[in-house]
């Protein structure tokens, strides 16, 4: 995925890990059928699938307003 001020990562169907991240406790992580990974400042990240998987991942650059509240 490319680096993005706010990204924001969605598993719609089946299971990916994701590495690249800055945190050593969440570099790796596995990501399942409806979890969500939200990013803030990070470089390139790699999203390997484990199996047939679908997911969406947004690209901002502001934050959302409700992240503020």
């Known amino acids: 995925?490319?680096?993005?001020?706010?990204?924001?990562l969605y598993v719609i169907d089946g299971a990916v890990s994701v590495s690249g991240l800055r945190s050593t406790e969440?570099?790796?992580?596995?990501?399942?059928?409806?979890?969500?990974?939200?990013?803030?400042?990070?470089?390139?990240l790699t999203v390997t699938a484990d199996g047939p998987a679908e997911i969406v991942f947004w690209e901002?650059?502001?934050?959302a307003v409700?992240?503020?509240?």
């Open 1 to 8: 995925m490319p680096a993005a001020p706010y990204g924001h």
């Open 26 to 44: 969440l570099d790796g992580a596995r990501l399942a059928e409806g979890d969500a990974l939200r990013t803030v400042g990070e470089g390139e």
């Open 66 to 69: 409700s992240a503020l509240r």
């Open 60 to 63: 901002m650059h502001a934050q």
